[in-house]
């Protein structure tokens, strides 16, 4: 099933589009966090969000894989749509097994390096010890921890640093072999060598996945995004091709965000 | 005044009040271990009252006492625990559960002789289960679901919200992300609420006074429909009710039901730092 996934993406070339926003309104109580925003994000494309705080860029990642109905005062209108199907009539948890999510902060399970990574497939019925291990290598490759980890896979994974446990949590969410992977300022806790690391596997990622990239440092946006997105106060400023965002924005208010102006 | 004498000051006060807090729990037990350790012996614990229960061990109130509690356990732990679960993982935030909260809230602050009322009119009489070990088992458990529910929803509200969040994101479900990733890491303060309600639960007397506790029996009980002595009644009886029974006996007793409530929360000390040391984060 995985690889047919991947086929049947790369045989509808790069053009295809993975995700569509539209006219989607989201409310936390009677604070309209997202106003109407209409978006498309494309198979294997980086698409970074950025946009100062309040900006309801976490709220759009959010809704993405519908964490933000775990919120009791959260209200929305409009759809969005995984591959043309509406995400509201998929299960949560189907939904949330293609569209994974890494957080801002690196939430390893306290359990140890193994246990965090097949988490999500032990958990999906796969019990097979050899499987197993072979998702892990794969998962723990993929973002660049393996050799860091490979001889102490037992451990507990709170005792890796920051940047690891980061790294760790990338393995995790791939381990459930997601379509689409939402980060959620992966790297606002992280020192630049880290960061560099998870940018890193971020771009060899997009190979096999479509990503979206919320961000409060616009140079990582600059850095890795292929399109950009700019949000204000709930609302879509404007999304481009990231270096005529960062070089030729058309909105004054973007110009005025990139270059440090406000935020 | 200086400051630094002023400093002294607070902090003896502060120390004299920590020093009144354990002194009546010293007391008591230097008075308890004092007058009843000389007339604890195997034979104290192993045989069954004679004489009008002036001589003779205290073996079918231990047992009875054991009985109680761990059938209670079995009635008040799941169901504690699972309604802990539904108001802490799954309730909305409505008029139905906000009572339903206040209602834990006071029903932990009910005496326990109303408990034992409650016992009687509802599983002795209605229900029809007789004076017997099954009715006491019961009244111990309401009484201790308030306890049971309210430590357990402590101990789930503790684990990490982002446990949750993390579990999800993979495409659990919200049983699977309870059960793997919330549950396991409460188990230590819902099983240490637990012990604590259990060592309450050995020690009260009114719950059990109409709905199980017998004054002499002069067999153990054989099955949950029967009758059975207990430890806190059984203390009371001696104590009150027979006429020239020594002090040493009714001071071994108490010794005894001290020494159970004691073991019972030093396991719930020991074992709560023991889990915490295995699941932190």
């Known amino acids: 099933m995985v690889e047919n996934k991947g086929k049947s993406q790369k045989e509808k070339g790069k053009s295809q589009v993975k995700i569509e926003v539209k006219e989607l309104n989201i409310w936390f109580g009677k604070a309209l966090a997202l106003n109407s925003l209409n978006l498309e994000i494309q198979a294997n494309e980086i698409l970074g969000v950025i946009g100062p705080a309040?900006?309801?860029?976490?709220?759009f990642l959010r809704q993405l894989n519908r964490l933000n109905e775990l919120e009791l005062s959260f209200k929305m209108s409009g759809e969005a749509f995984l591959d043309a199907k509406n995400i509201n009539q998929l299960k949560p948890e189907v939904l949330r097994k293609r569209v994974g999510m890494i957080f801002a902060l690196p939430q390893v399970l306290p359990m140890s390096i193994y246990d965090n990574v097949t988490y999500g497939p032990r958990m999906h019925g796969i019990n097979n010890k050899q499987e197993l291990a072979r998702i892990t290598e794969e998962a723990l490759k993929a973002s660049f921890l393996w050799d860091e980890v490979k001889d102490r896979l037992k451990e507990f994974a709170t005792k890796l640093s920051g940047g690891q446990q980061q790294r760790l949590c990338?393995?995790?969410?791939?381990?459930?072999?997601?379509?689409?992977?939402?980060?959620?300022?992966?790297?606002?806790?992280?020192?630049?060598?880290?960061?560099?690391?998870?940018?890193?596997?971020?771009?060899r990622l997009k190979e096999q996945y479509t990503i979206v990239l919320v961000t409060n440092n616009t140079k990582q946006a600059a850095r890795v995004a292929d399109r950009t997105a700019f949000f204000l106060m709930g609302e879509l400023i404007e999304i481009d091709k990231t270096h005529k965002i960062f070089t030729a924005p058309r909105d004054k208010k973007t110009e005025d965000y990139i270059q440090g102006k406000f935020g | 005044m200086k400051t630094t004498t002023k400093q002294k000051i607070a902090f003896s006060m502060l120390f004299l009040c920590t020093i009144i807090v354990i002194l009546p729990v010293l007391f008591v037990l230097g008075v308890i271990i004092k007058n009843g350790a000389k007339g604890i012996s195997w034979n104290f614990l192993t045989t069954m009252p004679s004489d009008g229960m002036r001589q003779g061990g205290i073996y079918p109130a231990i047992v009875g006492t054991l009985y109680l509690v761990s059938l209670s356990i079995v009635f008040s732990l799941p169901v504690g625990v699972m309604a802990a679960i539904y108001l802490n993982e799954y309730a909305k935030d409505n008029l139905l559960t906000r009572l339903i909260r206040l209602a834990i809230v006071n029903l932990a602050g009910v005496s326990s002789v109303v408990y034992g009322l409650f016992g009687l009119a509802l599983f002795v009489t209605f229900m029809k289960f007789g004076?017997?070990?099954?009715?006491?088992?019961?009244?111990?458990?309401?009484?201790?679901?308030?306890?049971?529910?309210?430590?357990?929803?402590?101990?789930?509200?503790?684990?990490?919200?982002?446990?949750?969040?993390?579990?999800?994101?993979?495409?659990?479900?919200?049983?699977?992300?309870?059960?793997?990733?919330?549950?396991?890491f409460a188990i230590p303060g819902i099983l240490t609420g637990a012990i604590l309600s259990l060592a309450r639960a050995a020690g009260e007397t009114a719950p059990i006074l109409f709905t199980v506790a017998a004054f002499y029996l002069p067999n153990l009980p054989a099955s949950v429909f029967d009758q059975a002595m207990a430890l806190p009644y059984h203390l009371y009886i001696i104590s009150t009710q027979i006429p020239n029974i020594s002090i040493q006996t009714r001071y071994a007793t108490a010794f005894v039901l001290v020494g159970i409530v004691f073991t019972m929360n030093i396991i719930a000390v020991v074992l709560r730092a023991r889990l915490r040391k295995k699941k932190k984060w």
């Open chain 1, 54 to 59: 309040n900006s309801g860029k976490t709220s």
């Open chain 2, 131 to 184: 004076v017997s070990i099954l009715s006491g088992a019961l009244t111990l458990a309401i009484m201790n679901l308030p306890v049971i529910i309210t430590a357990s929803r402590e101990a789930l509200a503790s684990v990490p919200y982002s446990f949750r969040e993390v579990s999800l994101s993979l495409g659990l479900s919200r049983w699977q992300t309870i059960r793997h990733s919330v549950l396991p």
């Open chain 1, 170 to 203: 990338i393995s995790r969410t791939l381990a459930v072999r997601p379509e689409v992977i939402l980060f959620d300022e992966p790297c606002s806790g992280l020192d630049p060598i880290s960061t560099a690391k998870v940018e890193e596997s971020m771009l």
